[in-house]
């Protein structure tokens, strides 16, 4: 669906940023020695994943020769990624080392697929397609620093057919709780939400909020109500940590959103907490159920951002959001020092 006046007309400023694309455990359900390859897709373009001698690798899905996706190839006991078709065989930077048609000839310089950096952090297969500015970081997860988070789940990516800007919208914005989460996050007698200072710190979206003790009693034993921290980098992840009201234990909600489309998103959660006798089903299936409360609302909503959509004062995290998105998107219409300065500038509103 096109989008009337985009927020954002030029997203490629989105491909300088690190994004997930599967679990290391997708990776490892494979096959039995756990090496791929398997098949995504990240801003439209098609890539492969697959453990070559040892290290986790992420290329084009495509074979240089008829294009057919190495991803419906197999890994070789040498380490080289096969083609299905033709059998050509690649390494781990995506050149191609073997052309069993032709085994004496001199392999053609630019018989390759283009290899993106890769990394594995917090159980999560990461990708940057644009390394060339070298300026932003794999998002901040609190669990993973913190000794108090005894447990800590990666959950099973789900997919939404929606841009991940409405899905990082839908997840911070304060308003849509009464109406979509009444009596499993919020009181819907609690309408009108609360405006909070907003800071940019290291390229993070940083505010808190605190919602009304009193609605806890009207809400089922799983709803993390309690103190709201979040930290928000840019562009699509949240790390909301929680002071949870009924005990005053730290409870973790993390999220990202990978952009598979301009409108269609693969959204990775982990969540983190200090009961050792809580079953990782429980707080998932609370998760299950909020988020299906969310997907049939947030897939109404046309893929991108528009200008010509109406705020409101209440909208100020989206808002705040959305112009940083489009400084960004501009910013990088000028090369790295402007990005980088749009993206690392510090802005605080909350002393």
Not at 230 to 255: D, E, G, V
Not at 281 to 309: H, N, R
Not at 331 to 344: E, P, S, V, Y
């Amino acid at each position: 669906m096109n989008i009337e006046h985009p927020l954002v007309p030029d997203q490629s400023y989105l491909r300088h940023f690190w994004h997930p694309i599967a679990t290391a455990q997708e990776l490892e359900r494979t096959n039995n020695a756990g090496v791929g390859p398997i098949g995504r897709t990240l801003l439209d373009e098609p890539i492969v994943i697959a453990k070559l001698d040892g290290k986790i690798s992420a290329m084009r899905d495509r074979c240089v020769h008829r294009f057919a996706k190495l991803s419906a190839g197999k890994v070789l006991e040498n380490g080289h990624l096969q083609c299905p078709y033709h059998g050509w065989e690649y390494g781990m930077d995506g050149k191609c080392v073997h052309i069993p048609a032709c085994p004496t000839d001199v392999i053609p310089r630019k018989a390759r697929s283009p290899h993106y950096e890769t990394e594995v952090r917090y159980g999560l297969i990461w990708v940057r397609l644009d390394s060339a500015w070298d300026c932003t970081d794999i998002p901040h997860c609190s669990a993973w620093e913190n000794s108090e988070y005894r447990r800590q789940i990666v959950a099973e990516p789900y997919d939404w057919n929606s841009s991940a800007e409405r899905r990082w919208e839908n997840f911070t914005d304060f308003s849509h709780f009464a109406y979509v989460h009444p009596g499993t996050l919020y009181d819907p007698a609690y309408s009108e939400p609360a405006i909070v200072p907003i800071d940019r710190v290291g390229g993070e979206m940083q505010f808190y909020l605190e919602p009304g003790k009193d609605m806890l009693d009207s809400l089922p034993p799983d709803s993390p109500l309690g103190s709201w921290t979040y930290r928000a980098a840019m562009p699509f992840t949240i790390n909301l940590s929680i002071r949870l009201y009924r005990n005053n234990k730290p409870f973790l909600l993390w999220t990202t959103s990978s952009p598979v489309s301009h409108d269609r998103c693969r959204n990775f959660m982990i969540i983190a907490h200090t009961d050792d006798d809580l079953p990782d089903e429980q707080p998932l299936a609370f998760q299950k159920l909020v988020l299906d409360e969310d997907k049939p609302v947030i897939e109404t909503q046309p893929g991108g951002l528009s200008l010509s959509e109406i705020s409101l004062p209440t909208d100020k995290v989206s808002n705040q959001y959305r112009k940083w998105l489009r400084e960004l998107g501009m910013a990088a219409q000028h090369g790295k020092d402007a990005f980088q300065r749009a993206l690392k500038a510090d802005l605080i509103e909350s002393h």
